[in-house]
């Protein structure tokens, strides 16, 4: 591009920066691309909430790296850009929204320093935190298989809400037998009539909840649960009840 001689006012990378390999190359190409006073807009997921939060889940295969804002302000200065100013949203069970310019036509606002600071109160680069997380993790299935395994005793049906990328961390990761569930839901008309991945369920339409009726559902897209909620209301004034895993389990 910058060899026909086209340059970015803007450039919106969203969740991108944690499937790329290169990373290095991909800044260096940013870098090439911006105009002199250009902007770059940049989302990932945040290291800190996935950590504080047991949002273990959400490490899979196309997910290479993790960040931290301590890990991501060398990356850019390596490459002449500056990070401008930074925000923690909530989307994705937490993530990081980064604004990037060149180091000479931007500075570095209070909103970076407070972040790199909190950073380093909480132990970025010690061990410490990332032996926790393991620790909580295992609490965390166990509480899990502990809770189904009774229901499934108490022959309680059980089917599964939310065919995800993540939600399909979660059930590998529980290892339960197969016919724990019944089957998935999920309002993607691409998942519909597919699979689940490893345990073969049957992936339907959410009407599928209110046509079975099954005494509980595990909810594996937990980051949007306030919406599924709130979607499911007929399902749940019926008895209907969502197991939600994360970041510790619950009945609702």
Known sequence: LRGEGRAADLLIANNVLAHVPDLNGLVAGMAGLLKPGGLAVLEMPYLLDLIDRVEFDTIYHQHLCYFSLTALDPLFRRH??????????????????????????????????????????WGVEGPDRYQQFAERVQAILQSLREL?????????????????AKGNTLVSCLAMPPETFEFVVDRSPAK?????????????????????????????????????????????????????????????
């Open 192 to 252: 519909q009539g597919r699979y689940m991945p490893g345990n073969h369920l049957p992936i339907h339409e959410p009407q599928r909840l209110l046509d079975s009726q099954p005494d509980y559902a595990l909810l594996l897209t937990w980051n949007f649960q306030e919406e599924i909620l709130a979607q499911q209301a007929e399902y749940r004034r019926r008895g209907g009840r969502f197991i939600l895993p994360l970041p510790e389990v619950r009945v609702v």
């Open 148 to 164: 189904l395994g009774r229901l499934k005793q108490e022959e309680k049906r059980i089917a599964i809400y939310g065919a995800s």
């Open 80 to 121: 002449g850009l500056v990070i401008g100013d930074v925000r923690r949203l909530p989307i994705h069970g937490g993530s990081l929204r980064l604004r990037i310019q060149r180091a000479q036509a931007g500075r570095q606002r209070a909103s970076v320093d407070q972040v790199l600071r909190e950073e380093q109160r």
